[in-house]
């Protein structure tokens, strides 16, 4: 589905472009099947966000190349598409305008795109927010309407940059729990940056954990727990508890 | 930059494509810029009718000459002057009032509906009953850059007096600080970051009072001698004094914005944590 | 909020009523009223005993509007002053709003531009009022000069850091969901800049009111600004205060309905300053 090789990117200082300021990547090589849920687990600065905007098609590699379905991936495009940390939402645009703007930009007609728009939102659960400002709704509502506006292209890889970055802790749990539900009916590819370890074991098939300076890859765990696992206390599983403390181990050396 | 790291570029053989980039110069092209538009000037004013349009190397001359002659320093000295008076004046009363309305609720509904209509009246347009008030001298432009440049800091001051938060001014009572104090101790030092953008627009408005008043007086200062050298049809002194009001208008804004810099330092702090 | 059961108990037990004396900052609106009127009625009174060549009165300056609005002369040197006044303002919008989006996109654009731009901003530009007489002589292609000159700066000063602080963030969004430069221009940056351009626009409605009038008052041939030295020269100071009081009254509005337009087309203003 999506594979990743020997990829390296360097950051050049912006007053002196001769000068190499960091090496964000290096040698950096996985690959994700089809419907994986797939968590980069890492510290800042190991590169994590700089792999995904890659991915995305926003900025180019230095080295190496990304191939989505064999093919190589150079600019965006409409297999993927990214939820981003800030939620990227435009102010000047409602919650429905928002959620158009992917089918907008693709040039679909308007009252096919405010239909499908309003689908997503409800399964989002933001039905009735349609003419809102992002800001006048909650952080965490602000990011269901990116959610929505990602899946509304119907990518087959979902790119999601610390999503839930930037919501309190029982705003996150709740908006992981829907992610996952979200997931199981619209079956995409994710690749979701974190660097909240329980983040990563609870959504994730696998947490692929990274290193920072250069950033590379220290371990790609596999989590094997059950599904669904909002039903019941994932969180509480000795396994979950052995996973986090293995996890954490890898992190610290 | 870990040595670790260089190995790794040197490794991967990577260099910046295309070091060297017109961008990387942006000097270079404002500096290319401003001389098409000189040379283009100078051929094209040398065609003129210079009555009407000057040239470049003939206002170098014109500045020249009057810097030679004294002249562009004596009037200079003479603007220079009423425009510190002027501006002193607004400052000290438009912070003090400002204190005084920000501090006052009852004060400030009693000034607001004046200070309002006379701040939404042009300026300029009472310069002439000022002149009649106060004839054409030293006072009416002092008067004149007074009144351009005080409603900007009383606005500003008062406002910043409002926005102190509550619960700083109640630190001070918590300290059993007299009102006196919090005024002094609180709440000024917490309004400072205000008054200092106050001043900051009100340098620019004095500047636009000061040329006005001169203009309009006609006897002394820069702003007379562009009024004098119009009527002479010597338009390259004109540009020369246009120029030295730009170069003044710089000075002062910068040196007003790093004063800003400076009272205002904990501001940035402040953001920061 | 309606008061629990608990807390009307409570209440009842408490037996609290609020005392209520009479203090002036609950009173602030008929402080102000008092304050208006009390200023108009002094200067009424002190204003009579005044040599009138020196300080009209109230009275005497509505005497005075209601006479100079019925001979006609009034409106019409008004009208002429508007006209050119938002003829200079239209073309200070069209070229401050292009140039700004132009510097703020385009590097080159903005290296080429900026050092006369950033020049010419910084002359006061009342300055330039004589030389744009002598130039287009004293009638109105030199005020309309003058208007466009005092406008043009604050639109694209502003129309330029507003397409600067759009979030890179935000033009990075419409990358990754395939707009071109284009769209990109259109769907992104020009939206994210008009909060910034409209507060342009409010500066130099004000700037170039300041500007037509002091034109006018220079070159004293038409226009308000011209009444203006006219009626101080002939000593008419109750006419004088006509033309001042309208000025005034002019630029509330302008500054008002630009506020307005603002409020309805920038409405998100809100999150714009929290990203």
């Known amino acids: 589905m999506l594979e990743v090789r020997e990829l390296s990117k360097v950051f050049f200082e912006d007053n002196d472009p001769r000068k190499p300021g960091l090496v964000a990547l290096h040698n950096v090589s996985f690959s994700v099947r089809?419907?994986?849920?797939?968590?980069?687990?890492?510290?800042?600065?190991?590169?994590?966000?700089?792999?995904?905007?890659?991915?995305?098609?926003?900025?180019?590699?230095?080295?190496?190349?990304?191939?989505?379905?064999?093919?190589?991936?150079?600019?965006?495009?409409?297999?993927?598409?990214?939820?981003?940390?800030?939620?990227?939402?435009?102010?000047?645009?409602?919650?429905?305008?928002?959620?158009?703007?992917?089918?907008?930009?693709?040039?679909?007609?308007?009252?096919?795109?405010?239909?499908?728009?309003?689908?997503?939102?409800?399964?989002?659960?933001?039905?009735?927010?349609?003419?809102?400002?992002?800001?006048?709704?909650?952080?965490?509502?602000?990011?269901?309407?990116?959610?929505?506006?990602?899946?509304?292209?119907?990518?087959?890889?979902?790119?999601?940059?610390?999503?839930?970055?930037?919501?309190?802790?029982?705003?996150?749990?709740?908006?992981?729990?829907?992610?996952?539900?979200?997931?199981?009916?619209?079956?995409?590819?994710?690749?979701?940056?974190?660097?909240?370890?329980?983040?990563?074991?609870?959504l994730s098939d696998r947490v692929i954990i990274m290193q920072a300076r250069p950033g590379r890859i220290k371990e790609d765990v596999k989590i094997e727990l059950p599904r669904p696992r909002w039903e019941g206390d994932v969180r509480a599983d000795p396994r979950f508890a052995a996973l986090r403390t293995h996890i954490r181990e890898s992190l610290r050396c | 930059m870990a040595a670790h790291d260089e190995q790794i570029i040197a490794d991967l053989g990577l260099r910046r494509e295309s070091a060297r980039s017109l961008y990387d110069y942006p000097n270079v092209i404002r500096a290319l810029s401003v001389l098409c538009f000189l040379i283009a000037w100078e051929i094209y004013g040398r065609r003129v009718d210079p009555l009407l349009l000057t040239y470049p190397t003939a206002v170098v001359q014109a500045a020249f000459a009057l810097i030679t002659s004294g002249e562009l320093r004596r009037q200079m000295a003479d603007s220079l002057t009423t425009l510190a008076l002027g501006f002193g004046a607004s400052v000290i009363l438009g912070v003090g009032l400002g204190l005084v309305m920000g501090r006052s609720r009852i004060a400030s509904a009693a000034l607001e509906p004046h200070i309002n209509a006379l701040y939404a009246t042009p300026q300029v347009a009472l310069t002439p009953l000022l002149m009649m008030w106060f004839g054409l001298g030293f006072t009416v432009k002092a008067v004149v850059i007074f009144l351009f440049a005080f409603f900007p800091i009383l606005i500003n001051t008062a406002s910043g007096v409002r926005n102190v938060s509550a619960s700083t001014i109640e630190v001070g009572r918590a300290y059993l600080a007299s009102r006196t104090q919090i005024l002094f101790k609180v709440v000024f030092p917490a309004a400072v970051p205000f008054i200092m953008a106050g001043i900051r627009v009100a340098i620019g408005r004095a500047i636009v009072g000061m040329v006005v008043a001169e203009l309009f007086t006609a006897i002394t200062g820069l702003g007379a001698m562009l009024t004098l050298y119009g009527n002479l049809f010597e338009t390259a002194k004109m540009f020369v004094v246009v120029i030295v009001l730009g170069v003044l208008g710089v000075v002062l804004v910068r040196a007003t914005q790093a004063l800003e810099r400076r009272m205002a330092r904990w501001k940035e702090t402040e953001r920061a944590s | 909020m309606a008061l629990s059961t608990l807390e009307q108990q409570a209440l009842a037990e408490l037996d609290l009523v609020r005392q209520k004396p009479f203090r002036l900052v609950d009173h602030l609106g008929l402080v102000r009223w008092v304050s208006v009127f009390g200023a108009i009625l002094l200067w009424e009174v002190f204003g009579r005993d005044v040599n009138p060549l020196f300080l009209s009165y109230p009275s005497a300056i509505a005497r005075a509007a209601v006479q100079l609005v019925g001979a006609g002369q009034f409106t019409q040197q008004a009208l002429n002053s508007l006209q050119v006044y938002f003829i200079g303002l239209a073309g200070a919008l069209v070229v401050g709003i292009v140039l700004g989006l132009l510097m703020g996109r385009y590097r080159l654009a903005e290296y080429i531009l900026d050092p006369f731009v950033y020049a010419l901003d910084a002359t006061p530009r009342v300055a330039l009022i004589p030389i744009l007489l002598l130039w287009f002589g004293l009638g109105a292609p030199a005020k309309i000069a003058v208007v466009f000159l005092s406008g043009v700066f604050p639109v694209l000063m502003n129309t330029f850091s507003g397409v600067r602080t759009v979030s890179s963030g935000l033009v990075e969004v419409g990358r990754a969901y395939g707009a071109g430069e284009g769209k990109i221009f259109t769907k992104i940056i020009m939206p994210a800049s008009l909060p910034f351009i409209m507060a342009g626009v409010r500066l130099a409605v004000g700037r170039a009111l300041i500007g037509i009038i002091t034109a006018e008052m220079f070159a004293a041939v038409t226009g308000l600004g011209a009444l203006l030295v006219r009626y101080s020269s002939a000593l008419a100071t109750d006419k004088f205060f006509v033309p001042v009081i309208f000025l005034a009254l002019l630029g509330v509005i302008l500054t008002r309905a630009v506020e307005y337009l603002e409020k309805r087309f920038a409405p998100w203003k809100e999150t714009e300053r929290a990203l």
């Open chain 1, 34 to 202: 089809q419907n994986e849920f797939v968590c980069l687990l890492g510290p800042s600065g190991c590169g994590k966000t700089t792999l995904i905007r890659i991915i995305a098609g926003l900025i180019r590699a230095d080295r190496g190349e990304i191939l989505v379905e064999n093919k190589r991936v150079v600019a965006p495009g409409r297999d993927r598409c990214m939820v981003f940390q800030q939620f990227g939402l435009l102010p000047w645009r409602t919650v429905l305008a928002n959620v158009e703007f992917g089918l907008e930009i693709e040039g679909v007609p308007r009252e096919e795109r405010q239909a499908v728009a309003r689908q997503y939102l409800e399964l989002v659960g933001l039905n009735g927010f349609e003419k809102y400002y992002p800001h006048q709704i909650s952080g965490g509502m602000q990011q269901r309407v990116g959610i929505a506006r990602a899946l509304s292209k119907k990518p087959d890889i979902l790119l999601m940059d610390e999503p839930f970055g930037a919501v309190d802790a029982q705003t996150r749990e709740q908006l992981q729990e829907e992610l996952l539900k979200i997931w199981t009916k619209t079956k995409n590819t994710v690749i979701f940056v974190t660097h909240s370890i329980d983040e990563s074991i609870y």
